[in-house]
């Protein structure tokens, strides 16, 4: 199956697993990453999350708690749409007092906020396979700012149900070191 109809398909069951998802279990699923991950993240790392869509996996959980354990938080910006994404300073995870909306009405960083290269990069998935391979919304930012920043420990969070035997992978798709789901961990690889 092509990108784009893996993309239709993959929403629909997100939509749906996520609509079907009781209440209490939203704010139990994706507390923190996983002990084996945690190790591999040093004192000083700086995160790079994303501000989820209502049907992407959450990330309040991880803002609060790398906040609380002193990593400094970043997401992603974009000053132009048509231009590279980037990842900016975001002081205030709960207050949430620092962000503003921008591009493809997601919430980020204002635009005086300190440009930053996150070390660690949670991302939002549209599928993913168990090898570590990954489907994003097509824009190729993700892509694009993992080859420019090779070093970057990337960690996708994903439901479940967002899991695929294969995908269509081109030269640019960059690759996940791990995978998190609210059942299982993927990798790291
Ligand atoms: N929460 C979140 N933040 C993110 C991303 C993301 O996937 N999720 N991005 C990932 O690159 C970047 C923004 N790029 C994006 C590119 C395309 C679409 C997009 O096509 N959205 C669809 C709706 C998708 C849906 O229904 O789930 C649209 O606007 O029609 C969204 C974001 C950075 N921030
Ligand atoms: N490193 C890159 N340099 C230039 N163009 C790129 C690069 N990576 C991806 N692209 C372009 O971005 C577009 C979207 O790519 P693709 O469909 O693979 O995105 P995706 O898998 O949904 O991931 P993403 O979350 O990064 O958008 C493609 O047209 C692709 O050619």
């Keep these: 199956m092509d990108k784009k109809s893996l993309r239709k398909q993959l929403r629909a069951a997100r939509r749906e697993h996520v609509a079907q998802l009781p209440d209490a279990m939203r704010g139990l699923v994706f507390r923190h990453p996983p002990a084996p991950l945690l190790g591999m993240i040093g004192d000083d790392a700086v995160i790079g999350l994303y501000r989820a869509m209502p049907e992407e996996a959450p990330t ?21 749409p048509a231009g590279p994404m980037e990842f900016a300073y975001h002081s205030d995870p709960y207050g949430e007092t620092d962000i503003e909306e921008g591009a493809f009405g997601l919430h980020q960083p204002l635009s005086d906020a300190e440009k930053l290269s996150p070390d660690v990069l949670f991302v939002p998935l549209v599928g993913f396979t168990e090898r570590g391979e990954r489907l994003g919304q097509g824009g190729g930012h993700y892509d694009r700012w993992l080859a ?42």
């Design 60 to 80: 309040t959980s991880y803002a609060g708690f790398f906040q609380e354990r002193g990593h400094t938080i970043a997401l992603p910006r974009f000053t132009d």
């Design 148 to 189: 420019d920043n090779p070093d970057s420990l990337t960690i996708g969070l994903a439901w479940d149900c967002q899991k695929v035997e294969a995908l269509p992978i081109e030269p640019h798709d960059q690759p996940l070191a791990a995978i998190v789901t609210p059942t299982r961990l993927y990798g790291p690889f």
